[in-house]
C-alpha cells in the first residue's frame, strides 16, 4: 500500500510509466524464458539456429540503444515509448504465429529494436518528468521492475500448460495494452535538438571520459544482475535438487523491493553524495556471492541472493539519477542510450567470464564462478569510488526539464 501512495506524488505519466514497467517486465518473461525450449522442443530447432534466432535479438537491442536514445532528443521520448512497445507486440505476436525461420528471425528483430526504442525513451521520459524527485521516481521503477520479472515467469509456465501460441499472445496482448495506454496518457514534450545533428550529439556524449569510464565502471552491476537468471538459479537447483528453487531467488528479491526499496533510497538520499552510496552498493553486490562460495547450500544461496537485490536497491536509483547529470538536458536520452550500449557490451564480456568460470567450476573448483562475481562487484565498486574521488561524477542531479503547468494539469 505504501508503495501506491508514494506512487500517488508523481504526476499521472510518470505513474503510467512505472505500471508499464510492471506489465514490460511481465510480458517479457512470460515468455523470452521458454523461447529457446519452444524453438527446440516444439520447432525441432537445432541448438546452433536457437543461437541465432536469440542472438539477433540480443545484438538487435543492444547495438540500437545509441538510436533509441537519439530518437528520443529528437523526436520526443513519447512517441519513441509508443513506437517500441508497437513493435514488441508485433515481434511476439510474430513468435506466435509463425514458425518458419525468416519470420521467427523478423519476430526477433523487431523485438530487440522495441526494446533499444522505449528503454532509453522511457527512462529519460522519467528523469524528465520527475524532476527533483528522481532517485525516489527510478526506486519506484526498480519495485515495478522486480516484481513484473517474477510475475513474468510465473505466469508464463501457467499458459504454457495450455500452449506456447497462449503465452505468445498474451505477452503481445500485453504489449499492445501498454501502447494504447500510453498514446492516451502520455503527454506530448516539445523535444529541444541541438543544431550539429545526431552524429554531433554522439560525439559530444563519446567526448564526455567522466560518462564513460562511469558507464565503463557499471560492467559489475550489469554483469551481477544477469547473474540473477544464471548462477543464482543454477546453485539453488544444485543445493536442493528441485528446479522450482530458482523461483525462490526472485521471491525473495521481489518481498525485499517491495518492502526497503523506497526506504533505502529515501534514508541514503538524505545522508553522503550519490558517487559514494553507489560504490557500496557495488560492493555489497560483490559480497553477495562470497557466502555460496565459502559454504555451498541453499540458505547461503538465498542470503546471496538478498544480499545482492539490497546491492541494487542501494546503488541502482542513484545510477539511474546521475546520467542525465553528465550532459545537458536536450542529449538524456542519448546518454541514456550510449551508457546501455558501453555497458552492455562490457557486461557481455562480464557474463563470458562467468560462463568460463562455472564451466571450469564443474572440474573441481565449485567457488571460482562466485569468486569471480565476486571480484566483479568489488572492481567496479572501487572504480566509482576512484570517480567520485577524483569529483568526475556530477555533484548533484541535474534539474528535471518542467513541464508548462497547463500541460501537467491535463495528466
Known sequence: MKTWREMRRFPLAVRLLLVNQLGVNTGFYLLIPYLATHLTENLGLSAAVVGIVLGVRNLSQQGLFIIGGSASDRLGARGVIIAGCALRTLGFALFALGDGL?????????SGVAGALFNPAVRAYLAQEAGENKAEAFALFNVFATTGALIGPLLGSVLLLVDFRTSALTAAGIFAVLTVAQALVLPARKAEPSGSGVLGDWREVLGN???????????????????????????????TGWDGAAGLVFLVGTVANLALQLRITRSLKARGSRGRWIAVGLAVMGLAFLPPAVAPGAVTVLAGALLLYLGVMVAQPFVMELIP?????????????????VSGVAAALGNTAVGWAMDAGEQGAAWLPWVCCALFGLASALGVAWLHRLGALPASPAPGVPAPAGERSKV
Request: no cysteine; glycine share 12%.
Open 102 to 110: 525468416a519470420v521467427l528471425l523478423a519476430a526477433s528483430v523487431l
Open 209 to 239: 571520459r567522466a560518462f564513460l569510464a562511469f558507464a565503463l565502471a557499471m560492467v559489475g552491476m550489469f554483469t551481477l544482475e544477469n547473474q540473477l537468471y544464471l548462477l543464482l538459479p543454477a546453485g539453488a537447483r544444485e543445493a
Open 325 to 341: 547529470g553528465f550532459g545537458r538536458p536536450g542529449l538524456t536520452g542519448t546518454y541514456f542510450g550510449i551508457f546501455y550500449v
